[in-house]
């Protein structure tokens, strides 16, 4: 079973911030929080990760609640190629193993 | 540098046929994946090779068989297609890069196997 859960859905406005949760209440913490997004049938795409701390990158912003059961990835000014399903997933950040994709959620960028 | 490629890029099969879906990737790393994605869900992990020699299994790994033939490649069987395998399969690899504890997976474009 995926470790995250994430809505199954969302909309929101072009030129707006995207923020998108997701809940990963039983993280351990050798866990790191990973987003990938996949655009129309291509393949998925790595956006960032983070362990504890906030990170930033020229595509998003990654904020991990304290005691790091959620997180929000935040695309601060969406655009409609933004449009696509985002997933959010946990794995050891020292070793490599099982990595498992949720459902995602469908973000909807409106013009 | 190409990255993850697999081949072929469509394909159909009758029930029974089987076939050997390739991927390669060229950046050197260690761990090689195989998922499926069926209509409107997400991905499924079929099997996963952390480095050449060794596979496991993943979440739906039953009906399919793998090799990692070289640090390069990685290839997954059908034996017996069955219509329950139809589906995008898509293939990935990863690698312990960059700054400490960076394990991004790169994937190839999918192959898209219908079996009737």
New interface residues.
């Given amino acids: 079973d995926a470790k995250t859960t994430q809505p199954p859905s969302m909309d929101c406005a072009e030129g707006r911030a995207a923020n998108l949760p997701c809940n990963h209440s039983t993280i351990s913490g050798n866990e790191y929080v990973y987003w990938y997004r996949q655009i129309h049938s291509q393949g998925p795409q790595y956006i960032i990760h983070g362990l504890k701390n906030n990170e930033t990158n020229e595509m998003a912003s990654l904020i991990i609640t304290e005691d790091r059961k959620s997180s929000t990835l935040i695309l601060p000014h969406a655009t409609l190629r933004d449009t696509a399903v985002y997933y959010c997933i946990v794995r050891v950040g020292w070793r490599d193993d099982k990595i498992i994709f949720g459902k995602g959620t469908r973000l909807h960028i409106l013009p | 540098n190409a990255g ?1 490629t697999q081949t072929p890029k469509f394909q159909v099969l009758k029930t029974g046929q089987s076939m050997t879906l390739q991927c390669a990737q060229d950046m050197n790393h ?2 090689m ?1 195989w ?1 499926r994605q069926d209509p409107g ?5 079929i099997y ?1 090779s ?1 480095s050449e020699g060794t596979t ?1 299994k ?2 739906v790994p039953n009906g399919y068989n793998v090799s990692r033939l070289n640090k390069r490649e990685f290839s997954l069987r059908l034996e017996s297609a069955a219509p329950s395998q139809t589906s ?1 399969y ?1 293939c ?1 690899s ?1 690698e ?1 890069v960059g700054r ?11 192959t898209r196997l219908t079996v009737t």
């Fill in positions: 993850v260690n761990s994946y998922y869900m997400g991905l499924r992990l996963y952390a496991d993943g979440e995008v898509f990935a990863s312990l400490p504890n960076s394990y991004e997976q790169y994937f190839g474009p999918g």
